[in-house]
């Protein structure tokens, strides 16, 4: 801060702040950051990993709880098959039978690979994670 009327202008004070740091090397430089920024052959690997993955969506034919996966897989530009049953009420109906062979008794019902997940958030922040979406802090 050169005089006393800098502290009115906090733009330059974190300029010159910014500039001091780059010159003693603990700050970032720009080259660096390009390089962070830059898509790295892991996460081409994952994005490989994900299209061959075998993703399998079951929930009721309505949008309601299993429509954020459905977002978040579109999203992602991610293939799956979309398995919707008829919902309780209708007289053609198969979740009586099927209901047993669900984890808590519920639906949605994600399968990917070999896991399994149910519970609509949990099915979406899986999702969020694969797709990249996910944060990395709370």
Not at 46 to 64: E, G, S
Not at 93 to 110: A, E
Request: charged letters at 20%; proline letters at 8%; one cysteine or more.
């Amino acid at each position: 801060i050169q005089n006393e009327f800098d502290w009115f202008r906090p733009h330059k004070v974190f300029h010159k702040l910014g500039t001091a740091l780059q010159q003693i090397s603990i700050y970032p430089s720009p080259q660096y950051r390009q390089q962070q920024l830059s898509p790295s052959h892991s996460q081409n690997t994952k994005q490989d990993r994900i299209k061959m993955a075998n993703i399998k969506l079951t929930y009721f034919n309505l949008r309601a709880r299993a429509e954020p996966c459905r977002l978040l897989l579109a999203y992602g530009g991610i293939k799956y098959k979309d398995e919707r049953i008829a919902p309780p009420w209708d007289a053609a109906t198969t979740w009586p039978t099927l209901k047993p062979t669900t984890p808590f008794g519920q639906l949605p019902l994600l399968k990917w690979d070999d896991e399994v997940i149910c519970q609509s958030m949990a099915c979406a922040r899986f999702i969020a994670r694969e797709v990249g979406l996910a944060g990395t802090s709370s």
